[in-house]
């Protein structure tokens, strides 16, 4: 059973930076096709970065594109999102997702896909 942890979430002030952190508990993070979705109240949880197995990948929704990045620690079975210049449209309970059984190099994987989650952690910029 893999379990994801995450952490680093909290509170921000309009152009900070966060960084998010998601210890997976699996033999090889490299196998997993990972990533990092988001959710505010009454809506659908929304894909910002993706990775595909090995590292090999990176995917990042429009919204976020050359703000946040998406950064593999094989060593230590980790997956960091950087979260840099925060607006308020960026306040949401963040995820990481972990999956192996699906297809992750064509850029980031619908949340439906993923079957390994994390327990969330809170964004809030203003």
């Known amino acids: 059973h893999v379990q994801l942890v995450e952490s680093g979430g909290g509170s921000v002030q309009v152009g900070g930076s966060l960084r998010l952190s998601c210890v997976a508990s699996?033999?090889?993070?490299?196998?997993?096709?990972m990533g990092w979705f988001r959710q505010i109240p009454d809506k659908e949880r929304e894909g910002v970065a993706g990775m595909s197995t090995g590292g090999r990948n990176e995917y990042y929704a429009d919204s976020v594109k050359g703000r946040f990045s998406i950064v593999q620690d094989d060593d230590q079975n980790t997956v960091h999102l950087q979260m840099n210049s925060l607006n308020p449209d960026d306040t949401a309970v963040y995820y990481c997702?972990?999956?192996?059984?699906?297809?992750?190099?064509?850029?980031?994987?619908?949340?439906?896909?993923?079957?390994?989650w994390g327990q969330g952690t809170q964004v809030t910029v203003s």
């Open positions: 699996v033999g090889t993070i490299g196998r997993y096709c």
């Open positions: 997702a972990a999956d192996k059984s699906i297809l992750c190099s064509y850029g980031i994987v619908p949340a439906t896909r993923f079957n390994y």
